[in-house]
């Protein structure tokens, strides 16, 4: 089964079905004399706090969502999120450097994740979607999909790698957690998830097998699955998989254009469409794109032109919803007035994400710090509550759910910090294994 957009998540929280909780009273904070820097750091802080307190106690993993009204219509309160809780531990680290937390709080909680994420359910090495938080078993996301995901696996890996660069020099506790993060990464099969041809596949299962059928190719949110599988030590894939798989045999590479703005890669989206912006994050919190390059893109320019599509369509604003603009855009997979929805320019909703424009922070620094002001100094407290800024909104709809999404928090941590000193992304490009798998596949960059 294929899905029209990908994160695959949109399947899953589909099921959640509508909701409208609203804000009536509009209260803004009140506060347009705090610094453009102080208004960063207060965000991470409290954007941070979705994966410290609001953590699920037993493996000290992220909860797939924290909604503030209570209401959990999948009854999941207990289930973690595997790409989520990855996003979770960069997180973590930016709020141990930044000291929201000491040095020995942090290191206490990676040791617990570590662990449990060593007898938590496992195929081939890779984790599922979701997993039950109290137990460790894998918990159904959906038709068939009940097992083996490799890409909310490669979202994780991506954290083990940053967590054991972060560690390796540390204390004695901490060269352990550095340890079991190693391990952890190096136990991931990527071989295995080509089925005998020359591409990745999204799922496995041991009831199912490859069932789903979900071949991955670009361009989405899935580059990193094919980088650390290239740079893996143990399973590794050939370069062949990411250029006839990923690739397409160049078939990637477009000409397209949207507001006069090139696309460089063929979005999975409507033809010369353009899709949700978490695909410009996912894989980049800790792959550097600044300077990073192969046959078919810079990525950097990939990133940025994706980020300036969304603000000149919020400008545009061709459908006039309510208070699109400069000071207010950013489309991606959110919670929506109809459940959850894949907010693109071409699937507009009247639907605002703060992520999208929060987590763009490298790319389009100055739009997005005006952005965030909007966010916190006008919305107030109608978007912005215990963990940071609620997950999405409507002007138009008059819609402030109270809700949250581990998968949206997260790079907004971590993005934010990337913008200010480089940290993951340093992390990340400093590992031997990926200075290795890049080159194996033919990139440039300026770590390397």
């Not at 000491?102 to 449990?116: G, P």
């Not at 490669?154 to 190693?182: P, T, W």
């Not at 919670?335 to 490298?362: C, E, F, I, K, R």
């Amino acid at each position: 089964m294929k899905l029209k957009f990908n994160h695959k998540l949109i399947l899953g929280l589909l099921l959640v079905g509508a909701f409208a909780t609203s804000c009536k009273t509009p209260q803004t904070m009140l506060k347009s004399s705090i610094t453009d820097d102080s208004l960063m750091t207060l965000v991470q802080k409290q954007t941070f706090n979705y994966f410290w307190e609001g953590a699920e106690p037993n493996s000290g993993m992220a909860r797939e969502r924290i909604h503030i009204d209570g209401v959990y219509p999948l009854n999941d309160f207990n289930v973690v999120t595997v790409g989520g809780s990855g996003f979770g531990i960069m997180a973590t680290i930016v709020a141990a450097e930044r000291g929201f937390i000491t040095a020995d709080e942090a290191t206490q909680r990676f040791d617990r994740i570590v662990d449990f994420l060593a007898k938590a359910d496992r195929y081939h090495g890779a984790w599922s979607h979701w997993i039950d938080g109290p137990t460790g078993k894998s918990k159904v996301f959906g038709d068939q999909d009940d097992a083996a995901d490799i890409v909310e696996t490669a979202f994780m890996a991506q954290a083990l790698i940053c967590l054991r660069e972060y560690y390796q020099n540390g204390n004695d506790q901490q060269k352990q957690v550095a340890k079991k993060a190693d391990a952890l990464w190096k136990g991931i099969d990527w071989d295995f998830f080509r089925n005998g041809q020359d591409v990745l596949y999204w799922h496995w299962s041991p009831t199912h097998g490859w069932g789903m059928n979900h071949a991955i190719q670009g361009y989405d949110e899935c580059l990193i699955s094919y980088v650390l599988g290239a740079s893996s030590p143990t399973h590794p894939i050939p370069a062949s998989t990411y250029h006839e798989g990923w690739a397409r045999s160049g078939a990637i590479v477009t000409s397209a254009e949207k507001f006069g703005i090139p696309l460089v890669l063929k979005h999975n989206a409507p033809e010369n469409g353009v899709g949700p912006l978490f695909w410009s994050h996912y894989s980049y919190l800790g792959l550097n794109p600044k300077g990073l390059q192969d046959q078919y893109a810079d990525y950097w320019k990939l990133n940025v032109n994706h980020t300036r599509i969304n603000i000149e369509h919020a400008k545009l604003n061709p459908l006039k919803y309510t208070g699109y603009g400069e000071n207010s855009w950013g489309f991606t997979a959110s919670y929506s007035v109809d459940g959850y929805n894949a907010h693109h320019p071409d699937n507009d909703q009247g639907v605002v994400s703060p992520t999208a424009a929060l987590s763009s922070m490298p790319y389009t620094p100055k739009e997005s710090i005006k952005a965030m002001r909007y966010f916190y100094e006008k919305k107030g407290t109608e978007l912005f509550g215990k963990y940071g800024f609620y997950d999405a909104f409507s002007e138009t709809a008059n819609w402030y759910p109270q809700r949250y999404l581990a998968i949206d928090q997260g790079p907004i941590v971590v993005m934010i910090e990337n913008y200010r000193t480089g940290l993951i992304w340093n992390l990340f490009m400093q590992a031997p294994e990926i200075k290795a798998g890049l080159k194996t596949l033919g990139f440039k960059s300026p770590n390397q």
